[in-house]
């Protein structure tokens, strides 16, 4: 399956923005799940859902400021982020798993990976 991440871009502190992840196929048999990445800094875990009974799995660094959510039948993950703060600048990635492991947030447990989304946020 392949994935797009969209709705990026700047915003102020204390803003929102709500990312889109579309995918190519059916995602239903997949745990799926947000990443980002900061200039200079390695990829970290955001968030993560299960691929069906909704689950849902954070970073502490964004618990109650963002919401990972999913709809299996438009293909579709989001990321509600509110109350943005500028250390979420990053470009956002979604990707996807078939890991009975997924809500641990590694990387290498993810292997389908859409190209990303930049989100700025300033201060």
């Known amino acids: 399956v392949q994935l797009q991440a969209s709705g990026g871009g700047l915003v102020q502190a204390g803003g929102s923005l709500r990312l889109t992840c579309t995918a190519s196929?059916?995602?239903?048999?997949?745990?799926m799940g947000w990443f980002r990445q900061a200039p200079g800094k390695e990829r970290e875990f955001v968030a993560t859902?299960?691929?069906?009974?909704?689950?849902?799995y954070y970073a502490d660094s964004v618990k109650g400021r963002f919401t990972i959510s999913r709809t299996n039948m438009k293909n579709t993950v989001y990321l509600q982020m509110n109350s943005l703060k500028p250390e979420d600048t990053a470009v956002y990635y979604c990707?996807?798993?078939?890991?009975?492991?997924?809500?641990?947030?590694?990387?290498?447990?993810?292997?389908?990976w859409g190209q990303g989304t930049q989100v700025t946020v300033s201060s």
């Open positions: 859902i299960h691929r069906s009974d909704g689950s849902t």
């Open positions: 990707a996807a798993s078939s890991s009975v492991a997924y809500y641990s947030g590694r990387d290498n447990l993810y292997n389908n």
């Open positions: 196929g059916r995602i239903s048999n997949y745990h």
